[in-house]
Each structure stands twice: as structure tokens, then as C-alpha cells.
């Protein structure tokens, strides 16, 4: 599966911003439907960090979410299976949201909350949210 994240660009303080994930044409509906995707975020010196997922058919109930507990209530994850998407809605944007945004793919994890289960990833896009 390839991944390409696009959206990423600078924001003010409590605006909103919405980032989309398109997995590649060959990837087909069935296939990508059995993914879990996550967004994850990674800021200059720091690790990469979990920002939310939502489940494949392979990996539980498609369609549920989980959020890291910096963005729950503010930001939104979704995808649209017929169109191969992931969405990321961030709303009441922070300046420490300011990040690379990174999404990725799995099809089975053990823990889908932690970057090292996931096989595919986009190449990221910049998130800039200034005070």
C-alpha cells in the first residue's frame, strides 16, 4: 500500500485544518478496507507520536476510533472505503500541534496505538500553527 498525505500547512491558533490520506490506485476497496489507519505526528526532537486510529475489518470493528489524549475532542479521524481516504479534522488547533503529520497502514497489529505495528506509511505533511 502507498500512502500519500497532503493537507499540512500553517494555521492560526484555535483554527481549524483538515488532512487527507489517499491510499494508491492498486490498493483495491476490499484490500484497503481491511486496514487500520492511524495519523501519527513527529516534531522536531521529539518521537513520533500517536494522534488517532480507525479500525479496518481485519483489526476490529471497522470504523472505530481511538484518539491520543492530546487531540481527543478536538480532531476527527474518518475514511470513505469507496474512495481509498483518510481524513484528519483538527479544530481548536494549538501551536503544539505543530508538526509533521505522518499517515499509516496495517492490516493486523498488536498495539494499534504504537508507530512500530504499522508497515506503510505517507511521506508526511507540515502542520504549522502559529500563537
Known amino acids: 500500500v502507498q500512502l500519500q498525505a497532503s493537507g499540512g500547512g500553517l494555521v492560526q491558533a484555535g483554527g481549524s485544518l483538515s488532512l487527507s490520506c489517499a491510499a494508491s490506485r492498486h490498493t483495491t476497496v476490499h484490500i484497503f478496507t481491511t486496514y487500520t489507519m492511524a495519523w501519527f505526528r513527529q516534531a522536531p526532537g521529539k518521537e513520533r507520536e500517536f494522534v488517532a486510529f480507525?479500525?479496518?475489518?481485519?483489526?476490529?470493528?471497522?470504523?472505530?476510533?481511538y484518539y491520543g489524549d492530546s487531540v481527543k475532542d478536538r480532531f476527527t479521524i474518518s475514511r470513505d472505503n469507496a474512495k481509498r481516504m483518510t481524513y484528519l479534522q483538527m479544530d481548536n488547533l494549538k501551536p503544539e500541534d505543530t508538526s509533521v503529520y505522518y499517515c499509516?497502514?496495517?492490516?493486523?497489529?498488536?498495539?494499534?496505538?504504537?508507530?512500530?505495528?504499522?508497515?506503510?506509511w505517507g511521506q508526511g505533511t507540515l502542520v504549522t500553527v502559529s500563537s
Open positions: 480507525i479500525s479496518g475489518s481485519s483489526g476490529g470493528n471497522l470504523g472505530d476510533t
Open positions: 499509516a497502514a496495517v492490516r493486523t497489529g498488536m498495539d494499534y496505538s504504537a508507530y512500530t505495528d504499522y508497515d506503510y
